[in-house]
């Protein structure tokens, strides 16, 4: 007789639900992990350092076939280097929704040397000289400038402050060698930290986004934009948790709890949009009446908002965390 834990078919309702989006192994192990279900940790361990371990070897290799396409020698480094930038060219040329943003107005030469920089920096994690004028660029490119140092919600002061340099310190102790290694390195307690942070950061930071544009209608208020698909986008986990790993063990536990900690009420303001459309219109203009303008103009917009499903998201499986031995 075969007896299955009582979570058993939750599970297996997820993993379902999920292979509609990948079939890749190890991303539905960490998936099915960070929504609370029993993987064990050695698994999930292998599989987020095999994930960053084909990232890295995926751009070796094509570093390698480039340099060779144009009769270069991708062991000198020079000419490593040189078939980067033409990799770093080719991706600043792209479009397409999986494409970096379009924001921000850069020139063409612009953009490559930013796209080579994050893959130089934040890929390969080697050190770069950058100059205050490439860093600030390479915030346009990413999106999150100038909207990031300008808007403020409700009168708290922009989100991004400092020189645009820090971004490249930040690198330092996140870029994929360095995460690797903090995953090879951590302790179950920091998985488990990581899981129960990477859970919330990765499916309400994404309905921020979402309701700040809503809110303001501009798609890229605060320059968060390009957080506001990540949730539907499953392979990103392989990614952030051990991003989180990393910035654990530098020390940056608590910057991340705060982040969360102001994540912890978008899911109810979330599910009340949904309620308010069972409401009839009359009542909802009763409610609304009497209100001041400002507020009445936002809350329809958030109604609107919610009519075309931008705040639908994906809520955790399991209502409180599983053990993670098998």
């Not at 982040?259 to 203009?285: H, K, W, Y």
């Amino acid at each position: 007789m075969w007896i299955y834990p009582a979570s058993a078919d939750r599970q297996l309702i997820a993993l379902m639900a999920w292979r509609e989006h990948t079939k890749d192994p190890d991303v539905l192990r960490v998936l099915l992990w960070v929504d609370g279900f029993p993987i064990p940790l050695a698994a999930i361990k292998t599989a987020l350092a095999g994930a960053l371990q084909t990232m890295l070897d995926l751009l070796d290799r094509e570093i390698t076939k480039q340099a060779k396409q144009h009769g270069l020698d991708p062991d000198q480094s020079t000419d490593r280097e040189h078939a980067l930038g033409l990799i770093a060219s080719t991706l600043a040329a792209k479009r397409g929704p999986k494409a970096l943003p379009r924001h921000a107005r850069v020139s063409a030469g612009q953009r490559t040397r930013a796209v080579e920089l994050i893959m130089r920096r934040f890929a390969l994690g080697e050190p770069v000289t950058v100059t205050t004028e490439e860093a600030a660029t390479v915030e346009r490119v990413l999106g999150v400038s100038p909207n990031g140092r300008r808007d403020r919600v409700d009168g708290a002061g922009p989100w991004l402050t400092g020189p645009a340099e820090d971004l490249f310190d930040v690198a330092g102790i996140v870029a994929v060698p360095r995460a690797l290694t903090a995953v090879l390195d951590a302790t179950d307690a920091e998985l488990e930290t990581a899981r129960q942070m990477a859970a919330v950061l990765w499916r309400y930071l994404p309905l921020l986004a979402r309701m700040l544009a809503a809110l303001f209608e501009e798609e890229n208020y605060a320059g968060m934009s390009g957080l506001g698909r990540l949730d539907q986008q499953p392979e990103f986990v392989v990614i952030l948790v051990p991003t989180i790993v990393a910035m654990l063990r530098a020390g940056w536990e608590q910057n991340i709890q705060l982040i969360a900690t102001g994540l912890a009420d978008l899911p109810t303001l979330a599910e009340q949009s949904q309620r308010i459309l069972g409401l009839p219109t009359s009542t909802v203009d009763a409610n609304l009446a009497g209100k001041p303008a400002d507020v009445q103009t936002r809350a329809r917009r958030l109604i609107l908002a919610a009519l075309d499903g931008a705040f639908d998201y994906r809520p955790h499986e399991s209502s409180k965390p599983r053990s993670t031995t098998a």
